[in-house]
C-alpha cells in the first residue's frame, strides 16, 4: 500500500492535502480522477483541465510515465 496526497500527485501545482491509498498507481489514478473531477475551485483546475481537454495519448502516457516514477520512488506506507 502506498500513500499519495492531491498535491502530489499534482506534482505540486495546485491540489490539496487529501491522501490517497492504493496498491496500485492505476487505483490511486481512479480515485483522484473522481476527486479532480468533483472539484470545483482554482487550485485542481490544472488537473481538471487535463482530464477534461481530452489529451492527446502522447500526453496521457507522458503523464502516465511521470505519475508511474513518482510511483515507484514511494516508499511502501
Ligand atoms: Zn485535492
Known amino acids: 500500500m502506498k500513500k ?3 498535491r502530489e500527485i499534482m506534482n505540486g501545482e495546485g491540489g490539496c492535502d487529501e491522501v490517497f491509498e ?3 498507481a492505476m487505483d490511486i489514478t ?3 480522477s473522481g476527486h479532480f473531477m468533483s472539484s470545483t475551485d482554482e487550485a ?3 488537473m ?3 482530464m477534461t481537454s481530452r489529451p492527446s ?3 496521457q502516457k507522458k503523464w502516465w510515465d511521470w505519475f508511474n516514477g513518482e510511483w ?3 516508499e511502501d506506507a
Open 4 to 6: 499519495f496526497t492531491c
Open 22 to 24: 492504493a496498491e496500485t
Open 30 to 32: 481512479k480515485q483522484s
Open 44 to 46: 485542481h483546475k490544472p
Open 48 to 50: 481538471r483541465d487535463m
Open 57 to 59: 495519448q502522447e500526453e
Open 72 to 74: 515507484s520512488k514511494k
